[in-house]
């Protein structure tokens, strides 16, 4: 995985997903609120460091299922480089990171 600038540095993430069931929807959901505002109805904007991302991708991919999306894009200008983010047919333990 590639890290990020600063692996202990909070930044501001916009995530967003897709995931087909009521029950994931809502857990991911309840997941999310936990780590900043609700922006749309799938879409938050959380503050979280690389470590906590990792998690939050873990914890939100174990809801997912064939076709489900969680992307997560980097809100400020010194870190657009990556980003992290996964569906069900690939999620890895710590999601994925596209340069």
């Known amino acids: ?9 909070r930044n501001s993430w916009t995530v967003t997903f897709d995931v ?23 879409v938050y904007e959380i503050s ?11 914890r939100a991919s174990e809801h997912l299922r064939p076709g489900d999306h969680l992307l997560a894009l980097p809100n400020c200008p010194r870190c657009r480089a990556a980003h992290r983010g996964g569906t069900a047919e690939r999620v ?8």
């Open 1 to 9: 995985m590639t890290p990020i600038a600063n692996p202990t540095e």
């Open 48 to 58: 979280a460091d690389a470590a906590e991302l990792d998690e939050i991708v873990r």
């Open 92 to 99: 890895s333990p710590l999601g994925w990171v596209v340069p």
């Open 20 to 42: 087909s069931s009521d029950s994931g929807r809502r857990a991911v959901n309840r997941l999310l609120a936990g780590y900043g505002p609700r922006v749309l109805f799938t």
